[in-house]
């Protein structure tokens, strides 16, 4: 049976692995990026998602690879980059180096192949803003396939809550360990099937010893 963290013991395992210098965000790029490429054809339109944290940078890194690569990729930032953590803006900053642009706001007519579902991942712990909520509705609209990374945005990772109409993704690929919000209430409803990449990061023991 796979094993569901809480959030605190994912988040340990995060600080620890980059404490050593390991630089996480590339690699959850590059796991994203080869998890869309086996599922797509190149040239296929494809819609990243990015929030205003480390959940968007991951986007990013992944927008970057999948471009260079011949995809068709549109990157939505819509808080824009001004905030952005220091990873994440040195994705976003990877991204423009690449060539790619990033959208305030989605463009009429527009429907992608896949959508990379960005927006904030493990760290959401309160109902999505209005703005938000509406680009969830729209990847729903769609009917096209979503990927979330970590956790569909919408759903606490920790108790599996909705925290409004949270993104229906085919597919959920976590990153270190799986949240254990994606094993019950809305949260297994929403994720799709669930797959994992661990980076490479060696879990702490439970209590942190």
């Known amino acids: ?89 040195r994705a976003h900053a990877g991204w423009l180096a690449a060539g790619g642009q990033t959208w305030s706001a989605l463009e009429s007519g527009f429907t992608p192949g896949l959508v990379i579902d960005g927006l904030f991942g493990i760290g959401l712990n309160r109902p999505l803003g209005a703005d938000w909520q509406a680009l969830a509705d729209q990847a729903n609209a769609w009917g096209v396939p979503v990927l979330a990374l970590d956790v569909p945005s919408g759903i606490d990772a920790d108790t599996g809550a909705a925290l409004g109409r949270p993104v229906r993704a085919r597919w959920t690929l976590c990153f270190i360990a799986r949240a254990r919000g994606l094993a019950q209430g809305a949260g297994a409803d929403a994720a799709g099937e669930i797959h994992l990449d661990t980076l490479g990061v060696t879990l702490p023991p439970a209590g942190g010893g």
């Not at 796979?2 to 980059?18: K, M, Q, S, W, Y």
């Not at 797509?40 to 929030?51: E, K, S």
């Not at 990013?60 to 939505?76: F, K, N, P, Q």
């Open 1 to 89: 049976m796979p094993t569901f963290l809480p959030v605190a013991r994912i988040r340990d395992a995060e600080r620890r692995a980059l404490a050593e210098g390991r630089r996480l965000m590339p690699l959850a790029g590059a796991a994203a990026a080869r998890f869309v490429a086996a599922r797509v054809p190149p040239g296929t339109a494809l819609l990243a998602l990015a929030g205003p944290g480390n959940n968007g940078g991951d986007a990013l890194e992944a927008a970057t690879l999948l471009r260079a690569m011949g995809h068709d990729v549109r990157v939505l930032l819509p808080s824009g980059a001004r905030n952005l953590p220091a990873d994440a803006a």
